[in-house]
C-alpha cells in the first residue's frame, strides 16, 4: 500500500507513548494521511506550510517506511516569528466529536522542534541531517530526510480503541508579539484498535 503525499513531521502526535498502558495501533481513513479542516474554508492544511509531494510513504505491516524531501512553503512568515502549535486528540462518541486528555500545546514550536528530549525527535526530527535543521517559519528551505521507519502502534494509558480524529492548530507570531493574519488547521482521522492487553500496574 503507498502513500502518495504523506508527511513526517506530524506522525509525532501518534508517538505519545506513556509508560503504563494498552497498546494501540491507528489506522488512518485517508491515504493522504493529513487533511484541511474543514471550519477553515479557503485553506489547504498542510500543504500550506510544507510541499510534500517528494515524500513517499510506504505501509507494510504496521510500519510506515518514510523517505524524501519537503519544503517549506509558508509565505507569510519570517525566520523571527515565534510559532505555535497546539494538537489534539478527539474521539467520536455518542455521534460526536468529544475532547480527550490528550492535547499538547506549545508556545514557541522553532524552540523544540529538534530538542532531542522531545517525544517526537526519535520518530521524526531526528531523521534531518544537523545541518538542515531549520524551522517551518523558513520560507523555501529543505530538508532530506534520511530514510526511516514509523512505528502505527503506540502505549498509551487510556483507552483509545474506537474512532478518533486528531487536529493540529498553527498560528505565527511576529516580532511584536502579534498574531499573523492567517492560520492553518489539519486534522487526520482514523482508528485505534487495541493489539495488547493492558499491562498490570
Given at each position: 500500500?503507498?502513500?502518495?503525499?504523506p508527511t513526517?513531521?506530524i506522525?509525532?502526535?501518534?508517538s505519545?507513548?506513556m509508560?503504563q498502558?494498552?497498546?494501540y495501533?491507528f489506522?488512518?481513513?485517508d491515504?493522504?494521511i493529513?487533511?484541511?479542516?474543514?471550519?477553515k474554508p479557503g485553506?489547504?492544511g498542510i500543504?500550506?506550510?510544507v510541499?510534500i509531494s517528494?515524500i513517499i510513504?510506504?505501509?507494510?505491516?504496521?510500519?510506515v517506511?518514510?523517505?524524501?524531501?519537503?519544503?517549506?512553503?509558508?509565505e507569510?512568515?519570517?525566520?523571527?516569528?515565534?510559532i505555535e502549535v497546539?494538537?489534539?486528540?478527539l474521539k467520536?462518541?455518542?455521534g460526536?466529536w468529544?475532547?480527550t486528555?490528550?492535547?499538547?500545546r506549545?508556545?514557541?514550536f522553532?524552540?523544540?522542534?529538534y530538542?532531542?528530549?522531545s517525544?517526537?525527535?526519535?520518530?521524526w526530527t531526528?531523521n534531518?541531517?544537523?545541518?538542515?535543521?531549520?524551522?517551518i517559519?523558513?520560507f523555501?528551505?529543505t530538508?532530506h530526510?534520511?530514510?526511516?521507519?514509523v512505528?502505527?502502534?503506540?502505549?498509551y494509558?487510556i483507552?483509545?480503541?474506537?474512532?478518533?480524529?486528531?487536529?493540529?492548530?498553527?498560528?505565527a507570531?511576529d516580532?511584536?508579539n502579534?498574531k499573523?493574519?492567517?492560520s492553518?488547521c489539519?486534522?487526520?482521522?482514523?482508528?485505534?484498535?487495541?493489539?495488547?492487553k493492558?499491562r498490570?500496574m
Amino acid at each position: 500500500m503507498l502513500f502518495p503525499k504523506p508527511t513526517g513531521w506530524i506522525f509525532f502526535t501518534l508517538s505519545w507513548q506513556m509508560l503504563q498502558g494498552a497498546v494501540y495501533e491507528f489506522t488512518p481513513d485517508d491515504d493522504q494521511i493529513f487533511t484541511a479542516c474543514p471550519d477553515k474554508p479557503g485553506t489547504n492544511g498542510i500543504l500550506d506550510i510544507v510541499d510534500i509531494s517528494e515524500i513517499i510513504l510506504e505501509y507494510n505491516d504496521g510500519v510506515v517506511r518514510v523517505e524524501g524531501n519537503m519544503t517549506f512553503i509558508w509565505e507569510d512568515v519570517k525566520p523571527t516569528d515565534r510559532i505555535e502549535v497546539i494538537g489534539e486528540i478527539l474521539k467520536f462518541k455518542r455521534g460526536s466529536w468529544q475532547p480527550t486528555i490528550l492535547t499538547m500545546r506549545l508556545g514557541d514550536f522553532c524552540r523544540v522542534q529538534y530538542d532531542a528530549l522531545s517525544p517526537w525527535y526519535p520518530v521524526w526530527t531526528v531523521n534531518v541531517p544537523e545541518n538542515e535543521r531549520k524551522c517551518i517559519n523558513n520560507f523555501g528551505h529543505t530538508i532530506h530526510y534520511r530514510p526511516y521507519n514509523v512505528y502505527t502502534a503506540a502505549e498509551y494509558f487510556i483507552n483509545l480503541e474506537g474512532r478518533h480524529k486528531i487536529v493540529v492548530n498553527v498560528y505565527a507570531y511576529d516580532e511584536n508579539n502579534m498574531k499573523r493574519p492567517r492560520s492553518y488547521c489539519f486534522e487526520l482521522i482514523g482508528v485505534f484498535a487495541k493489539v495488547k492487553k493492558q499491562r498490570s500496574m
